[in-house]
């Protein structure tokens, strides 16, 4: 079965700092898809990042960065410069393209101090 | 926000009941995901709806079902409501039958069964 791990149930970080979120999987596919999301404590889930497995780079998108380590099935967030609006809960996903379902993991509370 | 709605946003039923969720999706999205999100855990992939045709089910059970319309619209129906069927649901949209595409989520049905 697939699984998707974040092993961080909670973490905070200080406003305009940089903050680490982990997230490893377990795959035995060679192409899949490996998103963040991202639920505010409003509820709507919306898509932070998302890489391709074929892609060597790592995605970026503004403030948000991941750190993919195929070898290792380890699929990690950066968040720089952390602003108030990013508190919320992140959960890390995969999709293995052949199985067109994805699994999200338990998610990680980040919380952004003033 | 997303353009991906879903009513009601809060909803109160008794043991054995059964209830219907609805969901409109974002303009030109042709297929429709539902997740279960318990309190506390990521959301589960309940099933999958393209062009008015479900392609796609997780382990549940078959008292979940649903419906999607010409408009692109869908119901989830969930009969003989247990007390863990308390949870936060959600659909999501996305412009064509490939997982791998972005999904737009709408902001959750809070269910609480009695």
């Known amino acids: 079965a697939q699984t998707v791990t974040q092993s961080q149930p909670e973490m905070s970080v200080q406003e305009a700092e940089t903050v680490t979120l982990s997230c490893t999987y377990d795959t035995s596919e060679n192409n899949y898809y490996l998103f963040w999301y991202k639920q505010p404590p409003s509820r709507q889930m919306i898509l932070v990042i998302r890489?391709?497995?074929?892609?060597?780079q790592n995605a970026t998108e503004n403030r948000f960065s991941v750190n993919f380590q195929k070898a290792a099935k380890s699929f990690s967030l950066k968040i720089s410069d952390s602003q108030l609006g990013d508190t919320a809960m992140y959960f890390c996903a995969h999709l293995k393209t052949s199985y067109d379902k994805v699994i999200f993991g338990p998610g990680t509370s980040l919380s952004v101090i003033p | 926000e997303t353009g991906v709605t879903q009513s009601p946003t809060h909803l109160i039923k008794t043991r054995g009941q059964q209830v219907t969720l609805r969901c409109s999706s974002q303009s030109g999205h042709n297929t429709v995901s539902w997740y279960q999100q318990a309190l506390g855990q990521g959301p589960q992939f309940i099933f999958q709806?393209?062009?008015?045709?479900?392609?796609g089910r997780g382990n549940f059970p078959p008292r979940f079902s649903g419906l999607q319309f010409p408009n692109y619209s869908s119901e989830l129906n969930v009969n003989a409501l247990e007390l863990d069927d308390s949870a936060l649901y959600l659909c999501a949209s996305r412009a064509s039958g490939r997982a791998s595409e972005t999904q737009y989520f709408g902001p959750g049905t809070r269910l609480l069964v009695l």
């Open positions: 890489q391709e497995a074929y892609k060597q």
């Open positions: 709806y393209y062009r008015e045709e479900e392609n």
